[in-house]
């Protein structure tokens, strides 16, 4: 039986037995090589799931939605290990509980499907371990190492030009598991931190505020940068603040639901060397 | 233009170390570059990095923060939850390409008015070697110009 058809099955169970409330899976998207959100509430519309390798949207940013879990009845959702780590950062910042969340893990390698062993967080442990050994790259390498070989000039000027094309439509923030703020800074008017127009100053500042707030917490998943209609590679910004705090503070996001986040924790030793 | 470059330089210092050396540096009447314009916080953890892009977007040339020691915070910890966010904030900059030279951090308490003076001056010049931050202040400039479609 295919992965596929397993979900489908453990679903079905679950609706049917009152377990879960809702599946938040993938459905059919509008072309052969799309997937889109599904949300079902009926065992009759199992069917309608579709799990295969262009499933790669991180769903958990759908279950901090108001209201949804307020009635603390569970709801499963299908993830991959980066929704996983999602679901622990949430879950640190007590943003949802995760008893409440039932996960279809699943993992794509090359063009094959994996199922995860697991339904709770705490029994990813390993998967999401061996993610920090394996030492992920950024989603671009090269890219990424050729802005860090630039000079503060050169690497200014690529920005810029990058960050001309944003047009402020805040998809990346609305993709984000992560930006869950009920107002987020760029929203707020007194003070106005960051320009409304979408000049290229205010494009830096938002994209810099944006990167700053998800430092320690972004889980490279991608949604951002899939969702940016004007494509800046905001997965490199995100993947060098990751490394950042991975190598200054040997924080790995998300790998535990008790983790401290990083920016609201510190160490008496923690390195000052930039500290005049 | 032949007049040598003056730099527009901010200071966010905290008010129970860095702002009472500033003080002591005063009292001292020890000389020191008028290039800084000092603002005063409870602590180096009210220092947001929000502060540091609006000194730039004001068209400052540099930024300083500054606060207590690590262990001498009249709130204990202020100062090593700062620390952390200046290490990420810093790295983020600088892959920017907002150069780091340009927003520097110290330690100085009340009782070190002589490293006061000395960094405010050792900042003042290192800057003005700098120059203008052009990069940024033609970003400031392009939203002033009316919008064009």
Redesign the interface.
């Known amino acids: 039986m295919s992965i596929e058809e397993q979900y489908r099955t453990r679903a079905k169970e679950l609706l049917s037995g009152g377990a879960v409330k809702m599946v938040i899976g993938y459905g059919k998207g509008t072309t052969a090589n799309r997937r889109r959100p599904l949300f079902i509430s009926s065992p009759d519309e199992v069917e309608r799931l579709v799990l295969d390798d262009v499933c790669i949207t991180n769903l958990s940013g759908y279950l901090v939605s108001e209201g949804l879990l307020s009635d603390e009845k569970r709801v499963a959702v299908f993830l991959r290990p980066e929704g996983i780590r999602a679901i622990n950062i949430l879950a640190a910042e007590s943003q949802l509980d995760a008893d409440q969340i039932v996960i279809f893990g699943f993992d794509v390698n090359g063009n094959e499907v994996q199922a995860l062993k697991g339904i709770h967080v705490e029994e990813f442990a390993d998967v999401i371990g061996s993610i920090k050994e394996a030492a992920p790259e950024a989603a671009e390498e090269e890219l990424f190492e050729k802005?860090?070989k630039?000079s503060?000039?050169?690497?200014?000027?690529?920005?810029?030009e990058e960050f001309a094309k944003c047009i402020k439509c805040y998809a990346c923030r609305q993709a984000c598991p992560m930006c869950y703020c009920r107002r987020c800074?760029v929203d707020s008017n007194q003070p106005q931190?960051v320009?409304t127009?979408s000049?290229?100053?205010?494009n830096?500042?938002w994209?810099?505020?944006r990167?700053?707030h998800l430092?320690?917490r972004c889980v490279e998943c991608g949604n951002c940068d899939r969702a940016c209609p004007v494509n800046i590679p905001l997965r490199l910004?995100n993947h060098?603040?990751a490394e950042?705090?991975l190598g200054?503070?040997d924080h790995f996001s998300g790998m535990s639901k008790t983790q401290e986040p990083?920016?609201?924790?510190?160490?008496?030793d923690?390195?000052?060397t930039?500290?005049? | 233009m032949s007049e040598t470059f003056e730099p527009k330089i901010i200071a966010f210092v905290c008010t129970y170390c860095t702002y009472a050396g500033a003080d002591l540096a005063g009292t001292s009447r020890l000389k020191y570059a008028p290039n800084v314009r000092i603002i005063r916080l409870p602590c180096t953890g009210r220092i947001s990095p929000m502060f540091i892009l609006k000194a730039l977007q004001k068209g400052a040339d540099g930024v300083l923060i500054s606060g207590c020691h690590p262990g001498d915070c009249h709130f204990t910890h202020g100062n090593y939850h700062a620390r952390r966010r200046w290490m990420v904030f810093r790295a983020l900059l600088d892959f920017i390409g907002i150069p780091p030279e340009r927003v520097k951090y110290s330690w100085i308490s009340a009782a070190e008015g002589v490293k006061f003076a000395e960094f405010i001056n050792s900042v003042t010049e290192d800057i003005r070697t700098l120059g203008p931050f052009e990069q940024y202040s033609q970003l400031i400039e392009q939203t002033q110009a009316p919008a064009s479609l």
């Open positions: 802005i860090e630039m503060p000039q050169e690497r200014f000027s690529f920005w810029q800074i931190w320009n127009s000049h290229t100053l205010g830096f500042e994209n810099i505020v990167a700053f430092s320690g910004i060098r603040m950042e705090v200054a503070f990083v920016l609201a924790s510190f160490k008496k923690d390195s000052e930039f500290i005049l």
